[in-house]
């Protein structure tokens, strides 16, 4: 079948088999290997992306039901030039080591980031507890959210969400 979406702000079409993961689209089909594939079970979050503004595990989605789709990578979070806050912040927080799991750990960032309901350290533990890091950054990638949070708050919350992320 023929996948019709936008990635990134760019529209796509691409025929693929209908078992072919949105997350092997992505990454095979697309050249976008920012996004992981951990477990590959829908167990680990490194394959974390947007799908029209919520967070979708791309490893447990099929390609093609992404048709009509607005779909959002870490490649469409910042550029190496300009950071986006959440990138910016992980470096300065130390909250990656071998960074495996860190495109996850953003994207999943950046919606805890939108989500005013979620105001306190351990109910950003909590919805963050789906992205595993083997390396044990937990604390630095915490500590980020919570700076981007008050930031992106003090600011009107446009700081925190790309134009692609509604
Ligand atoms: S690769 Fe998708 S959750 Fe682990
Ligand atoms: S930084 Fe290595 S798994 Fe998280």
């Known amino acids: 079948m023929t996948v019709t979406a936008t990635v990134n702000g760019q529209p796509v079409a691409i025929t693929v088999d209908v078992r072919r993961t949105l997350l092997d689209l992505l990454r ?4 976008l290997t920012g996004t992981k594939k951990g477990c590959d079970h829908g167990q680990c979050g490194a394959c974390t992306v947007f799908v029209d503004g919520r967070r979708v595990l791309s490893c447990l989605k099929l390609a093609v039901t992404t048709s009509g789709q607005a779909v959002t990578t870490v490649e469409g979070l910042g550029t ?3 950071l986006h806050p959440l990138q910016e912040a992980f470096m300065r927080y130390d909250a990656f080591q071998c960074g495996y799991c860190t495109s996850g750990q953003l994207m999943s960032a950046l919606a805890v980031v939108a989500d005013e309901s979620l105001t306190t350290r351990d ?3 909590e919805a ?4 595993l890091c083997r390396c044990g950054a937990y ?8 700076e981007v949070k008050a930031r992106s708050h003090a600011a009107g919350s446009e700081d925190a969400t790309p134009d692609a992320i509604v």
Request: proline share 5%; hydrophobic share 40%; aromatic share 0%.
């Open 139 to 146: 604390q630095g990638i915490v500590e980020a959210i919570i």
């Open 28 to 31: 095979e089909d697309l050249g």
């Open 128 to 131: 963050m507890s789906g992205n």
């Open 80 to 82: 190496p030039d300009v």
């Open 123 to 125: 109910q950003i533990r």
